[in-house]
C-alpha cells in the first residue's frame, strides 16, 4: 500500500550544526515530494517541495535532495537554530495524484 | 491575510454526539482537505474535495461526513459512528493536486470525545 516512512523519530543537535532528516517513500510513481514542519499546537507550515524531475532543490537554509533509485528523500537545515526545534514531516502524492500522503514525522530538538 | 481558518480551537463532546468542525479558507482554492493527526504520528487523509459539490473518501472516512456546498468551506462531521474520534483534526486547501502544488494548512481543532 502506500506509505511515507522516516528513518529516526528524533533528532538531536546542537545550535550551528546542519541537521539532516531523512524519509524513505513506497510509492515509485509519486512525481511530487513535500516537506513539512509542524510547531506544538500548530498546522504543519509549507518548507519546501521538489518534483520527480528533479534531484536536489534548495531554499534559504534548506536543501531537499530526491534519490528515485532508492526512493529516499532527505531534507538538510543549515546553521540549525533553536527556533527550528519542531516536528518534520514528508509528503507524497498518493497515486491519484490527488491528494498528500504523509509520514510519521522526526522531532527535531535544537540545544543552545 | 489569506488563510484557513479552523473553529473552534478546542472541541468537546460527550460520546454519542455527532460534532461538526469548521473550516474555512480565502485563498480562492478549488481543493481542500481534512486529515487527522494522533499524538506522535502523522496526518492520515479523512476526505477530500477537488471542487464544489463533490468529495473523495480517503483512507480513514469511516464514521466521518463532509460537505462542500461553497468553494470556501469544508466541514467535517464526526459521527457517534467513528469510535475513536479523540484527535487534532487539521483541515488544508490547495489549487488542485494535478497541478503539484503544496497544501496549506489551517491551525487545527482539538477534539475531545468522552
Known amino acids: 500500500g502506500e506509505s511515507v516512512g522516516l528513518h529516526l523519530p528524533t533528532l538531536s543537535v546542537q545550535e550551528g550544526d546542519n541537521s539532516i532528516i531523512n524519509c524513505a517513500y513506497s510509492?515509485?510513481?509519486?512525481?511530487?515530494f513535500i516537506w513539512y514542519k509542524q510547531e506544538s499546537g500548530k498546522g504543519p507550515q509549507f518548507i519546501i517541495d521538489?518534483?520527480?524531475?528533479?534531484d536536489k532543490r534548495q531554499g534559504q537554509r534548506v536543501t531537499v535532495l530526491l534519490n528515485k533509485t532508492v526512493k529516499h528523500l532527505s531534507l538538510q537545515i543549515a546553521a540549525t537554530q533553536p527556533g527550528d526545534s519542531a516536528v518534520y514531516f514528508c509528503a507524497e502524492t498518493n497515486q491519484a495524484g490527488t491528494a498528500l500522503i504523509f509520514g510519521k514525522g522526526t522531532t527535531l530538538s535544537v540545544s543552545s | 491575510d489569506g488563510g484557513i481558518t479552523q473553529s473552534p480551537k478546542y472541541l468537546f463532546r460527550k460520546e454519542g454526539q455527532n460534532v461538526t468542525l469548521s473550516c474555512e479558507q480565502n485563498l480562492n482554492h478549488d481543493a481542500m482537505y481534512w486529515y487527522r493527526q494522533d499524538p506522535g504520528q502523522g496526518l492520515r487523509l479523512i476526505y477530500y474535495?477537488?471542487?464544489?459539490?463533490?468529495?473523495q473518501k480517503g483512507d480513514i472516512a469511516e464514521g466521518y461526513s463532509v460537505s462542500r456546498e461553497k468553494k470556501e468551506s469544508f466541514p467535517l462531521t464526526v459521527t457517534s459512528a467513528q469510535k475513536n474520534p479523540t484527535a487534532f483534526y487539521l483541515c488544508?486547501?490547495?489549487?488542485?493536486?494535478?497541478?503539484?502544488?503544496?497544501?496549506?494548512f489551517g491551525n487545527g481543532t482539538r477534539l475531545t470525545v468522552t
Open positions: 510509492n515509485s510513481a509519486s512525481d511530487y
Open positions: 474535495s477537488q471542487i464544489v459539490n463533490d468529495f
Open positions: 521538489i518534483r520527480s524531475n528533479m
Open positions: 488544508a486547501s490547495s489549487i488542485p493536486m494535478g497541478i503539484n502544488s503544496p497544501l496549506h
